[in-house]
């Protein structure tokens, strides 16, 4: 398989089904943030970090890779003639929301009360997913203005949402597991 295919040399690319758009189209956009956000996960991952939580973090860049080929796909083009499904992939449902959620409840019972908000920061590992969770809010403000114009599964918003919560709730606990402060926000400064 050849890695450059020219096609888009001209700002064009295609999306899953062959509809061409421009390169800075907000259906791109949306899954170029999402294809920004599973990079830099995967950066988390790569620290020194809980078997739990390294494994938890491959099950979110695999769905990760689902959503951007959901949003790859335009609504008209997710069924086929034949009223078949064009895309043969497991699509984000109830169940990949309610782990992220349960990601974050069993992650909550660990911490300690939050009673003020947090600087980003602390430690390398604590940056770069505070890094993904602005990535991630980015992505998600990006999906929410697709949205508007075409529509996009509530799923992906849904979990979108939860995946920023469960970034937040991570950085918190990679602080306390590398005994890294948390630095509440003075906003008398």
């Avoid at 069993?106 to 770069?128: A, K, R, Y």
């Amino acid at each position: 398989m050849k890695i450059y295919t020219k096609t888009g040399d001209k700002g064009e690319t295609s999306l899953f089904g062959g509809t061409r758009v421009k390169k800075f189209d907000l259906r791109i956009e949306s899954y170029g943030t999402i294809d920004e956000l599973n990079s830099y996960i995967g950066l988390i991952r790569d620290q020194k970090i809980d078997t739990n939580s390294f494994n938890s973090l491959i099950k979110i860049q695999n769905n990760l890779f689902t959503i951007g080929a959901m949003l790859a796909t335009p609504p008209e083009k997710e069924k086929l003639k034949s009223g078949k499904e064009r895309l043969k992939i497991k699509k984000i449902t109830i169940e990949e929301i309610l782990f992220v959620e349960n990601e974050i409840d069993q992650i909550n019972t660990e911490l300690p009360l939050m009673t003020n908000f947090v600087l980003p920061g602390g430690h390398t590992t604590v940056s770069f997913c505070h890094i993904a969770r602005s990535i991630c809010r980015r992505a998600e403000r990006i999906i929410v203005q697709l949205n508007q114009d075409e529509p996009v599964n509530e799923n992906i918003l849904i979990y979108i949402n939860r995946l920023s919560d469960y970034l937040f709730v991570l950085a918190r606990k990679l602080t306390k597991d590398n005994k890294a402060i948390e630095i509440a926000w003075n906003s008398k400064l």
